[in-house]
């Protein structure tokens, strides 16, 4: 291995092993806002609630969470797009490249669970969220980016072997 392969690859350790301890960070952000809000949402026995049916003080504090809980979301989300369109201009090797989509695919995928209570946990009658509505397109994108960027592009275009 030469000088040059060993310097990319440190670079690289260094890149997955940065990429892993900030997700983790991530992850513990989400599972306490998420406890957070469960909490808040205590009050209901099932979903959709019936909001003129609940204390004023539990409203507020469902909608103070809430509002917290999807405005994590939407910062999720936009470090994510930024996270994936970077790994794509590294030059790290393909290999390298997919292991880190395959971590930033995981942890889409265990968060995506807790953002999913935003459009579970809801009042019977709750006016379009637009800011939501485009993260929630925003986030898809970047797991389907992420997910091609996993199988690659070469094997898109390739025959399916019968």
């Known amino acids: 291995m030469s000088s040059t392969e060993i310097m990319a690859s440190n670079a690289f350790d260094k890149a997955r092993v940065g990429l892993w301890t900030s997700l983790q960070k991530h992850l513990l952000i989400v599972y306490e806002a998420e406890q957070v809000f469960l909490k808040a949402t205590a009050f ?43 790994i794509r201009t590294k030059s ?38 637009e800011e939501l509505a485009e993260t929630n397109v925003k986030f898809d994108r970047v797991r389907r980016f992420a997910r091609l960027n996993i199988k690659g592009i070469i094997n898109l275009l390739a025959p399916p072997i019968p």
């Open 44 to 86: 209901a026995d099932f979903f959709p609630f019936t909001a003129s049916l609940v204390e004023e003080d539990q409203l507020q504090e469902y909608w103070k969470c809430r509002n917290k809980l999807r405005d994590l979301y939407s910062d999720e989300t936009a470090q994510l797009d930024t996270l994936v369109k970077a």
């Open 92 to 129: 790290y090797s393909e290999e390298g490249k997919k292991q880190l989509y395959l971590l930033i695919l995981g942890y889409m995928d265990i968060v995506s669970i807790v953002f999913e209570l935003l459009s579970t946990r809801v009042p019977t009658k709750l006016a379009t969220e």
